[in-house]
C-alpha cells in the first residue's frame, strides 16, 4: 500500500500558484519524497524530490515540513497544461504509487 | 535521446493467444522497470533489473508472465497464454541508479486490450 494521503482532486485557476498537499506520516529517516505526474494517457512524468530540505526546480517547489510528516508540491503558475493527476510518493529504492490528486487548471 | 521506447503502442489479441511487449531504455541508464496501469489497482510495479538482472519480480503477478533483459538496451515483458484481465497500459521506465538519488523516466506505454 502507499505511504502517503493526497486529496483526490483538486482545482486551480490559471495563472494561480496550485498548492497540493501530502501526508507521510510513517516516512523512514532514509526514504525521500518524490512528485510525479501523469497527464492523460501518457507515462508518469518526473516533477521534483526532496528528503528534508526545501527544493525548488524549473518546474515547481517542494515544501517539507521539519517533522517530514508532510509535504506540499508548489506550481508557481498554473497553466492549463499542468492539468494531470500528482502523485506523491515516499520510498528509497523504488516507487510505489498511490492513487494521486487530480489536479484540475481552469481558465 | 528519443527516450525510453516502447512497442507496440497498441495491442488487441485474443484470449489465450502469447504477448510480448518490447521496450528500449535509454542509453546509460541501469536500472528498467515494467509497471502496469488499470483503473482498479492503479500503477503497480511488476519487475525491475540492474545491469539486466532482475532483481525484484514480487509485483509479476503469476506464472504467466515472464520478463528479461538479454543486453543492456532491450527488454520484453510476455504474457502467455493472455487473459482479459491482463488488459492494461504497461509501461516501461529506467533510470541512472536506484530512484533515491535520481528520476525515474517513463515510455509512453503499451496498451494492450484482451478479447
Known amino acids: 500500500d502507499a505511504k502517503t494521503t493526497q486529496p483526490p482532486s483538486m482545482d486551480c485557476a490559471e495563472g494561480r500558484a496550485a498548492n497540493l498537499p501530502c501526508n507521510h506520516s510513517t516516512i523512514s529517516g532514509n526514504e525521500y519524497v518524490y512528485w510525479y505526474r501523469q497527464i492523460h494517457s501518457q507515462g508518469p512524468q518526473y516533477i521534483i524530490h526532496g528528503l528534508k530540505n526545501n527544493e525548488t526546480n524549473e518546474m515547481a517547489s517542494l515544501i517539507i515540513t521539519e517533522d517530514r510528516k508532510s509535504s506540499t508540491l508548489i506550481l508557481p503558475h498554473a497553466t492549463l497544461r499542468d492539468t494531470a493527476v500528482y502523485y506523491c510518493?515516499?520510498?528509497?529504492?523504488?516507487?510505489?504509487f498511490g492513487k494521486g490528486t487530480m489536479l484540475l487548471v481552469s481558465p | 535521446d528519443a527516450g525510453v521506447i516502447q512497442s507496440p503502442r497498441h495491442e488487441v489479441t485474443e484470449m489465450g493467444q502469447e504477448v510480448t511487449l518490447r521496450c528500449k531504455p535509454i542509453s546509460g541508464h541501469d536500472y528498467l522497470f515494467w509497471y502496469r496501469q488499470t483503473m482498479m489497482r492503479g500503477l503497480e510495479l511488476l519487475i525491475y533489473f540492474n545491469n539486466n538482472v532482475p532483481i525484484d519480480d514480487s509485483g509479476m503477478p503469476e506464472d504467466r508472465f515472464s520478463a528479461k533483459m538479454p543486453n543492456a538496451s532491450f527488454s520484453t515483458l510476455k504474457i502467455q497464454p493472455s487473459e482479459p484481465r491482463d488488459s492494461a497500459v504497461y509501461f516501461c521506465?529506467?533510470?541512472?541508479?536506484?530512484?533515491?538519488?535520481?528520476?525515474?523516466?517513463f515510455g509512453p506505454g503499451t496498451r494492450l486490450t484482451v478479447l
Open positions: 510518493i515516499v520510498g528509497y529504492s523504488t516507487l510505489t
Open positions: 521506465a529506467s533510470s541512472r541508479t536506484i530512484p533515491s538519488t535520481d528520476t525515474q523516466y
